[in-house]
């Protein structure tokens, strides 16, 4: 249940978690489409389809949708590692699911809301401390 992106973002390979859902979605894409090299394939199916053509499509989906924000594919990538994280993905697996060689860069992708600050427990909460008013 894993899926391998080629040539993603900074040009690197790598492999990620393939949901139920969209495999079942691909799937029949792929019974329609039958296609040979690349599961997305450009107007030479020799090569992967070209960057722009994401960007003209996530456009076109925000424009379809209504949102006013705007919204790029790499939005999309932000919002995919917050998610995780939000969910309690260590961040060490989210590295690797978004390619990245130091934690550093992945930390700059990971906002976390204040929500789920609120509901973590501070250490302090795990200590009796009595206050003992002065003489």
């Known amino acids: ?8 973002k900074g040009g690197k390979d790598r492999y990620v978690m393939l949901s ?3 495999l079942g979605i691909l799937r029949t894409y792929w019974r329609l ?13 020799a090569n992967p389809i070209e960057v722009n053509v994401l960007h003209a499509a ?13 919204v790029t594919v790499h939005t ?6 917050t998610h995780l994280l939000e969910s309690g ?10 390619g990245h060689s130091n934690l550093s860069s992945t930390a700059r992708y990971t906002h976390v809301s204040s ?4 509901q973590t ?15």
């Open 1 to 8: 249940m894993v899926i391998r992106v080629q040539q993603g």
């Open 20 to 22: 139920v859902q969209l």
């Open 33 to 45: 489409a039958r296609p040979k090299n690349w599961l997305f394939p450009g107007r030479d199916p």
């Open 58 to 70: 996530c456009r076109s989906a925000c424009a379809a949708s209504g949102l006013a924000k705007r």
């Open 76 to 81: 999309l990538r932000h919002s995919f590692a």
């Open 89 to 98: 993905t260590d961040i060490r697996i989210i590295q690797v699911l978004l």
């Open 115 to 118: 929500g789920l600050i609120r």
């Open 121 to 135: 427990d501070s250490p302090f909460d795990r200590l009796t401390i009595e206050v003992v008013p002065p003489p």
